[in-house]
């Protein structure tokens, strides 16, 4: 396979580096000006955008309770790190084609085929993971948090706190939903098989369980929404991985063949 990718450099002529380096800047500033656009344009509605993220523990809250600001700037600073975020995931499609313009030229037809299908699944799966945290974990972990409260405590979340937590599950969600990407890609580069990563369904069931219990709040109902759709999803991974052909240097050598055919 070396010796192919040699091959393969040869027939294309090779850019100095500083021109790579130049092309690597100007893609960052691209990104950079539309996710800074991105903010400035939602900037203005910072405050509803938090009062939509934050609907789901305020309709739960008992009557008379309300969520609170421990800190002076809290006011200002929680809706603005959420505007700042959701710039970033909105403007990840367009970062992540910057991304792949960049390395695009260096990759053989193979790579290429599978590589956009799957840059273009991640975003969409990311992008799912963040909605089911948010209109199917947060609702029953936050009517879990109030009901099982002491009656004589009020709950008062902090807003920044509350934010910190959202985002993490937020986060957390959208790369638990990236496992099927995970799982073709070890199928498709031969590290694995779909039936061997069959055979391990029972570690893998275990496994999710403990992540879910790092990596959500301490109670069962966060950890099983976090580890089943986990197991669900390395499910679907086997499903699709078995219809993917693992990369071998003969895919290599036939890339080489039709580069020089062409030329």
Not at 230 to 243: A, N, P, Y
């Amino acid at each position: 396979m070396s010796d192919a990718k040699a091959y393969t450099k040869e027939q294309e002529p090779e850019l100095p580096l500083m021109s790579h380096l130049i092309e690597l800047r100007n893609r960052l500033l691209k990104a950079v000006v539309l996710v800074v656009l991105f903010f400035a344009c939602m900037f203005p509605f910072s405050n509803d955008l938090y009062l939509y993220l934050s609907d789901p523990l305020r309709s739960l809250l008992p009557e008379g309770s309300t969520m609170i600001a421990t800190q002076v700037a809290s006011p200002f600073l929680a809706p603005f790190k959420l505007t700042m975020v959701l710039a970033l995931f909105l403007g990840m499609p367009f970062i992540l084609h910057q991304a792949w313009s960049f390395i695009a030229p260096g990759l053989y037809k193979k790579e290429k085929r599978l590589a956009l299908p799957l840059l273009g699944s991640s975003i969409i799966l990311f992008y799912l993971g963040i909605a089911f945290a948010y209109y199917v974990v947060f609702p029953l972990i936050f009517g879990f948090f109030t009901a099982t409260g002491p009656e004589d405590v009020k709950v008062m979340t902090d807003i920044s706190a509350y934010l910190d937590f959202v985002l993490k599950l937020f986060f957390a969600f959208g790369i638990v939903f990236e496992i099927p990407i995970a799982t073709i890609l070890l199928i498709w580069s031969g590290a694995t098989t779909a039936d061997d990563l069959a055979k391990k369904r029972a570690y893998v069931l275990v496994s999710c369980f403990v992540i879910g219990m790092l990596i959500t709040p301490p109670d069962v109902i966060s950890q099983t929404l976090l580890a089943v759709p986990m197991w669900l999803l390395f499910e679907v991974g086997i499903l699709v991985g078995r219809f993917v052909k693992p990369n071998t240097d003969d895919d290599a050598e036939e890339d080489v063949k039709e580069s020089t055919t062409v030329d």
